[in-house]
Each structure stands twice: as structure tokens, then as C-alpha cells.
């Protein structure tokens, strides 16, 4: 709750900042009005009970691309607004675990594989198709890629996929059985939509990210109450 208040606390008050009246002296004629937003992400689930915390494994990451839209303030250069839309990606790898999302239980399974057959790489993945809204800071907006650039935002998204994926299936002797490739789609434990609160910071093209779903990963009652945050690098033009 803290957390939203201070983004509604940011977009409400920075805005009324941007329009105080000041003489412009940046020339944006040359400066693109719509950019790419591509994001590469470290990615963690949180409250996640020990039972399945200890077989969460590997670099679990994500990837997110937008098209970006960006409308500086007219009293504050240095302010804009940027509005967007794009797909959010996000992997969770595990090891000798896996989670049953097509089954037709009420309770999403999540299956221990110590003592049986497992894959030797198993991801739980979803995309999302995403709009983000963005408050901006540039401290020189006619050099966007020599200028010191910060962003407060949110973003609100719909499942297009969710889906398991095993690879390499081994014995629980650890020799190899054979090395395909299982895919399992289903949306149906599934949170359907998503809010996010998002921060950045970075110079020039370049710059770090953070990113923490408000909204649970699962349906309430089928799985433990768990959220995806991401932690990244941003190649951004504004």
C-alpha cells in the first residue's frame, strides 16, 4: 500500500512541477517522439514457502520489449510522460520439481521429483501483453543519449501464455533417458491480469530497473500467495 501511495504521490505532485513556468531552452525538433524499450531481468518469486524455494534453481530471467510513445511538458522540458505498449516476458527455472498447471485438481500441484525420473532443465513461464506509463526525468532532453534520465511508473497487463517446459529427461540415477522436449500450456491457475509499479534510472542508452507485480501470480485459493519482481538492465533512447 506504501508503495502505491507514493507512485500516486509522484505522478499527482511531479506533473504540477513540470508546469511551472520557465523559459525553454531545448530544442527537441531532432528528438524522436515514439522509441524501443527492451529490458532484460533478473527475475524472483516472493513469499515462496521452503518446499518450493529449494527447488527454485538456475538464473531465473525475463525479457520485456516496448514500443514507447514520450510527450515532454510543455512548462518543463525535462519532464515527459511516456505511454507504450508490449509483451513482458518472465522464466522460473527449478530443479527436481514440477508444477502441474494441466491438472484438473483445485489446488495447482507442485511435484517434488527427488525420487523419480526428472528433467535436467524445467521452467514455469508466462508472457504478458503490457501497456506502461511512465513519469520521466531528463536532465538534458536534447541529448537524450548523453543525459541522466530517472522514471516512476505502471504498467497493467493481460495473460496471452503460461506453460511448463522440460528438457533432457533423466533418471533418478542421473543417467539420461532420452533428451525431448515436454510443453505443457494452460492458463488456468492463472491470475488473467496484472499491476506493476516500476522504477528506472540510468544514463544514456543504458540503465537499471526494478519491477513489483501488486497482483499475485496465481488465482487466490490454488497456490500460496506469491509475486514476481524483476531486477534489470533498460536499453532505453528516453
Not at 82 to 99: D, P, Q
Not at 150 to 172: C, F
Amino acid at each position: 500500500m506504501r508503495q502505491i501511495i507514493f507512485i500516486a504521490f509522484a505522478f499527482f505532485t511531479l506533473p504540477a512541477f513540470a508546469q511551472t513556468p520557465k523559459k525553454n531552452k531545448f530544442d527537441l525538433s531532432e528528438r524522436a517522439a515514439d522509441h524501443f524499450m527492451l529490458q532484460i531481468s533478473s527475475d524472483h518469486w516472493t513469499n515462496v514457502p521452503d518446499s518450493i524455494d529449494s527447488h527454485i534453481k538456475g538464473f531465473s530471467r525475463g525479457g520485456n520489449v516496448y514500443l514507447m510513445l514520450d510527450k515532454p511538458f510543455k512548462g518543463n522540458q525535462k519532464v515527459s510522460v511516456g505511454l507504450g505498449v508490449g509483451v513482458g516476458t518472465s522464466s522460473i527455472f527449478f530443479k527436481r520439481m514440477e508444477v502441474g498447471i494441466e491438472s484438473t485438481t483445485s489446488k495447482l500441484p507442485f511435484r517434488s521429483t527427488d525420487s523419480t525420473n526428472y528433467f535436467k532443465k524445467y521452467k514455469v513461464a508466462t508472457s504478458f501483453l503490457e501497456v506502461p506509463l511512465e513519469l520521466r526525468y531528463s536532465s538534458n532532453p536534447a541529448t537524450p543519449n548523453k543525459s541522466f534520465k530517472m522514471a516512476l511508473g505502471i504498467k497493467g497487463g493481460v495473460l496471452l501464455n503460461a506453460h511448463t517446459k522440460g528438457k533432457n529427461l533423466k533418471s533418478n540415477s542421473n543417467t539420461n533417458i532420452n533428451s525431448y522436449t515436454q510443453k505443457l500450456l494452460s492458463k488456468s491457475f492463472f491470475n488473467s491480469s496484472r499491476f506493476v509499479a516500476t522504477a528506472r534510472v540510468g544514463y544514456g542508452i543504458f540503465g537499471i530497473f526494478g519491477a513489483y507485480n501488486f497482483t499475485s501470480i496465481f488465482k487466490d485459493g490454488v497456490a500460496p500467495d506469491m509475486k514476481l519482481y524483476q531486477v534489470g538492465i533498460t536499453i532505453s533512447g528516453l
